[in-house]
């Protein structure tokens, strides 16, 4: 069988699906192209960019699967594909531990504010130190401070570990029960289990200092105006899940008030071409989708995709 990766696979993958048959295609397909290009293959693979919808499926009756290598798969339209007998696959835990350390490096980088020195620091550094120096000078530690995660999924556990390795007070909010501890596993394999607490979302909005959310994509943003009026003064936010998780216009006006001290965001509501207020603003640390952009967790990606579709187009 022929599969098209058209967003890539790491080489530990791609190997693992020629070693068994298949031939595995790593040449992009612009969207536009992909219905009359992929009659030539029983299945594909994608990340966040290749979109798989309804009116691709239809012209494509020789596909037998679609695999996202990653978690969300807002970008594909599963039920509908299912519906046609197309297996639909995805690796929800491969990535979940480095898309949790690039919420703790927003974290970090917000309270000592790096995102905002990166930037000025090269016009400025040599003609106005002193003057950075004061304005950067009311840092913060994480530690004992209380981190507010939305969705306990398995990034969202992976988070709260970090976040409990730091010293930070984890509560947590979900539609599903919460594990009442988590096991963090330490150097030399020493595993203690931590406890966390759930908590209804508006307790957690009005508790917590900073807040990650790690949620599906939702009909709704799950922070918008009045949910930004019950937050402390002075919150710091990270948004690595999905666009339109948070009122991103209600995020800069609570940005401009004071309201949120800064904002980490990995998702944006319209990519590939996000708001111009965002990328422009002085208090948001920035980054282009590349939450699991890791050479390891690719590797896991990889591995778990090709598995899966083994797997599957074996049988």
Avoid: W
Wanted: charged share 25%; with cysteine; glycine share 12%.
């Amino acid at each position: 069988m022929n599969i098209l990766a058209n967003d890539g696979i790491d080489p530990l993958g791609k190997q693992l699906l020629e070693n068994v048959g298949f031939t595995v295609d790593t040449n992009h397909i612009p969207q536009g192209e992909l219905a009359e290009k992929l009659q030539a293959y029983e299945a594909i693979t994608v990340r966040s960019a290749t979109k798989v919808r309804k009116e691709l499926i239809d012209v494509c009756p020789n596909l037998k699967l679609i695999g996202r290598g990653g978690v969300g798969m807002d970008n594909i339209d599963v039920e509908y594909a299912r519906s046609k007998g197309i297996a639909v696959v995805n690796t929800p835990a491969a990535s979940s531990l480095s898309v949790a350390e690039l919420v703790f490096a927003h974290l970090l980088g917000g309270v000592r504010f790096l995102y905002d020195s990166q930037r000025r620091m090269p016009v400025e550094g040599n003609t106005n130190f002193g003057g950075l120096k004061k304005a950067y000078a009311k840092g913060m530690e994480l530690h004992g401070k209380t981190l507010g995660i939305i969705g306990i999924g398995r990034i969202g556990r992976e988070t709260a570990k970090v976040g409990l390795g730091l010293g930070m007070d984890v509560i947590v909010s979900d539609l599903a029960e919460a594990p009442k501890s988590l096991p963090l596993t330490l150097s030399g394999g020493i595993t203690v289990d931590v406890p966390i607490s759930q908590v209804a979302v508006d307790e957690l909005l009005q508790r917590s200092d900073f807040i990650s959310l790690h949620v599906p994509f939702t009909d709704r943003p799950i922070i918008g105006k009045a949910e930004f009026e019950l937050l402390k003064p002075g919150v710091g936010i990270v948004n690595a899940s999905r666009g339109g998780v948070i009122d991103e216009l209600a995020l800069i006006e609570a940005l401009d008030s004071g309201k949120v001290a800064f904002a980490g965001l990995d998702v944006f509501d319209n990519e590939p071409t996000p708001r111009r207020e965002l990328l422009a603003h002085p208090k948001v640390s920035l980054t282009p989708h590349i939450g699991a952009a890791t050479g390891e967790a690719q590797e896991r990606i990889g591995e778990e995709l090709a598995n899966l579709i083994i797997g599957h187009l074996k049988k």
